[in-house]
């Protein structure tokens, strides 16, 4: 198993930055791809981002592609979540997710993460 805990949330301004980083702890972090989601109220979770255990794959959504940049560090056990220009329909809570079926294309769903931080908090005002 491994235990994830997202950190880096608040309130910025539109056109504003913040960096999310998620810890991994338990197994070792290598052995999973690692995503990022969002939930915003009343809404589903939706893929954000995700990158290869390596670090050599990456993908992310069209709604925040060219704006946020996903990323890690395998020898701090960290993931990162780069997030430029943003919008208020950013605004949402933030969750790092660990796969550990490695093979294959990036995934994008809810389903096909096994583990999952709790949360941090993105506001993002107008």
């Known amino acids: 198993q491994v235990q994830l805990v997202e950190s880096g949330g608040g309130v910025v301004q539109a056109g504003g930055s913040l960096r999310l980083s998620c810890a991994a702890s338990?197994?070792?972090?290598?052995?999973?791809?690692m995503a990022w989601f969002r939930q915003a109220p009343g809404k589903e979770r939706a893929f954000v981002a995700a990158?290869?255990?390596?670090?050599?794959?990456?993908f992310h959504a069209d709604s925040v592609k060219g704006r946020f940049t996903i990323s890690r560090d395998n020898a701090r056990n960290t993931v990162h979540l780069q997030m430029n220009t943003l919008k208020p329909e950013d605004t949402a809570v933030y969750y790092c997710?660990?796969?550990?079926?490695?093979?294959?294309?990036?995934?994008?769903?809810?389903?096909?993460?096994?583990?999952w931080g709790q949360g941090t908090q993105v506001t993002v005002s107008s």
């Open positions: 338990g197994r070792t972090f290598g052995s999973y791809n």
């Open positions: 990158i290869s255990w390596s670090g050599g794959r990456t």
């Open positions: 997710a660990a796969d550990e079926r490695v093979v294959g294309p990036l995934r994008v769903g809810v389903r096909d993460y096994e583990y």
